[in-house]
């Protein structure tokens, strides 16, 4: 069950916009039984702005998410950045079918903004989580010590070809 802080009564608000602040942590993504993160410290700004038809919610987050690396399996920090742009009108029925505008009942007087938070989180985060040090060469690891010797011994055994199988080679590329 999500904390009832990601639901914002804005029936009582004045026209103009109005600022809310979430500190988002794996708590967060626990509740919606999400476990990709060993741990998380995310900022995240919710700015409302109401006018008498309709309303604007718009989300940013900065912070970061402790991930396990998909090419050593070293955890690191990742930094997570993300914004939302949300127009919520009402409507006969609720509907969230477009991503970008959400119905919602006449006479509804709050709007649970947890899964808008958690769906530009979770997609801000890359498909490929790799450590900065993989990339820079800087990171050390027994995972990347041992890729590195097997891929030695295959441009190796890459480079001690049959001379001739080279010449029947070049008969394939030569048409």
Known sequence: MRAKEFTIPFSGLKIGSHGFDYNIDNSFFESFDYQEFNSAS???????????????????????VNVDCDV???????????????????????????DEILILPHGESQVDISQYIYEMLV????????HPGVEDGTLKSEVLEK?????????????DTDPRWDDLKKLLTDK
């Open 72 to 98: 050593t399996g070293e955890p690191f920090n990742l930094p997570v950045a993300g914004n939302l742009h949300l127009i919520i009108k009402f409507g006969e029925e609720y509907d969230d079918l477009d």
């Open 42 to 64: 995310i900022e995240v700004k919710a700015n409302l702005t109401k006018t008498s038809t309709m309303m604007e919610l718009s989300l940013q987050a900065n912070g970061d």
């Open 147 to 159: 890729l590195e010797e097997l891929q030695l011994k295959e441009e190796k055994k890459n480079k």
């Open 123 to 130: 997609l801000a985060v890359p498909q490929k989580r790799v």
